[in-house]
Nanobody
Framework: QVQLAESGGGLVQAGGSLRLSCAAS????????MAWYHQAPGKQRELVAV???????NYADSVKGRFTISRDNAKNTVYLQMDSLQPEDTAVYYC?????????????WGQGTQVTVSS
């Protein structure tokens, strides 16, 4: 089993910044694609950013130029630097990753961290 623990959420004013972290622990034999999703109240969970094991990143159009995803494979950690935050970025942010915990690759989710942006 692999556990994902997000941190770094909180309350920030519009225009501010936050940095989310997601640390993986447990029986990790390999770490592949990692991603951040968000879910606003009453809406479906949406992909925010994704990064491959080689470091290639892609972003939702709504966050391009404002958010940066990165990873530290030695620490089994993925980050999301969020700049120029807007009230519409308010959501619970979830970490997602593909790990090999034995012979199989599986997808894991974190519990989520709340990000609230005030106007």
């Amino acid at each position: 089993q692999v556990q994902l623990a997000e941190s770094g959420g909180g309350l920030v004013q519009a225009g501010g910044s936050l940095r989310l972290s997601c640390a993986a622990s447990g029986s990790i034999r390999g770490m592949n694609t990692m991603a951040w999703y968000h879910q606003a109240p009453g809406k479906q969970r949406e992909l925010v950013a994704v990064i491959s094991d080689g470091g290639s990143a892609n972003y939702a159009d709504s966050v391009k130029g404002r958010f940066t995803i990165s990873r530290d494979n030695a620490k089994n950690t993925v980050y999301l630097q969020m700049d120029s935050l807007q009230p519409e970025d308010t959501a619970v942010y979830y970490c997602n990753g593909v790990f090999r915990d034995g012979l199989r690759w599986r997808t894991y989710w974190g519990q989520g961290t709340q990000v609230t942006v005030s106007s």
